[in-house]
């Protein structure tokens, strides 16, 4: 897979702007073309992150002159997925029947971040999916008109995902009120850009998702219908 992604210009980069630049908080200005990234008032967090968008080997080899999509990466992702289902059926006469029915399905699957590390870009990164469900039924035909057909169904599911920027010091970036945990902290946190591809971890990773469901039925013609 070839994404595309919006990235700062090398201009941008440069702290050179085509029009007028505004400090929000002080109200300075910097005129167009006058670069400000060596500002006192820049913080050394973005300067180090200007700098690892610097540092992406196909920034620009064909779109210097792009200012949208101008980022191609080959990502890379691997999906192993393992599933199966088996039914029994089981006929005690020509009134009584029953089968029982499995299921279970794994999957592993990793999504490498399209910017690398430490940019990340968003990426789900490590997931894992357990889902296995048993399924058993009883059917009775109690007249020429009445049948009686009771079901259960036990589901199960784990899963979850995991950023690969978890325990990854190696920025040096040190954002204040974050997890310092090492086993949810690490990498750079989401950060959204109004124009640009978002740089960072995703904000909901890691999660996990662990819901169980027991479903029993009963249907019978004529009589009534129990669903819970």
């Known amino acids: 897979m070839s994404p595309s ?3 700062p210009t090398p201009s941008q ?12 908080y ?11 990234l060596g500002a006192s008032d820049i913080s050394p967090d973005a300067k180090t992150i200007v700098g690892f968008i610097s540092q992406l080997p196909n920034l620009t080899p064909n779109l210097a002159s792009a200012t949208t999509n101008n980022f191609t990466q080959l ?10 289902d088996i039914r029994l059926d089981y006929t005690q006469d020509s009134r009584n029947s029953y089968f029982l029915r499995v299921s279970d399905l794994k999957q592993n699957a990793t999504d490498f971040p399209i ?5 990340d870009g968003g990426s789900n990164g490590k997931q894992r999916i357990l889902d296995q469900q048993v399924a058993v039924g009883y059917t009775r035909v109690i007249g ?16 979850g995902k995991f ?12 954002f204040p009120g974050l997890p310092t945990d090492p086993t949810v902290a690490g990498g750079i946190p989401s950060i959204t850009i109004t124009g640009f591809a ?20 009963s249907t019978t013609p004529g009589f009534c219908t129990i669903i819970l």
Not at 75 to 84: A, F, H, L, Y
């Open 5 to 7: 992604a919006t990235l």
């Open 13 to 24: 980069l440069q702290g050179v702007f085509k029009t007028d630049v505004y400090d929000p």
């Open 26 to 36: 002080t109200g300075a200005k910097y005129a167009a073309g006058t670069p400000i």
């Open 75 to 84: 990502q890379r992702s691997n999906n192993k997925s393992d599933k199966g």
């Open 115 to 119: 910017f690398g590390s430490p940019l």
């Open 144 to 159: 020429s008109n009445q049948l009686l057909d009771a079901r259960l169904g036990i589901s199960r599911t784990k899963a």
């Open 163 to 174: 950023s690969l920027a978890i325990g990854d010091f190696s920025s040096g970036l040190n």
């Open 198 to 217: 978002g740089l960072g971890r995703q904000s909901t990773n890691p999660q996990f998702q662990n819901p169980a469901l027991l479903n029993p039925r």
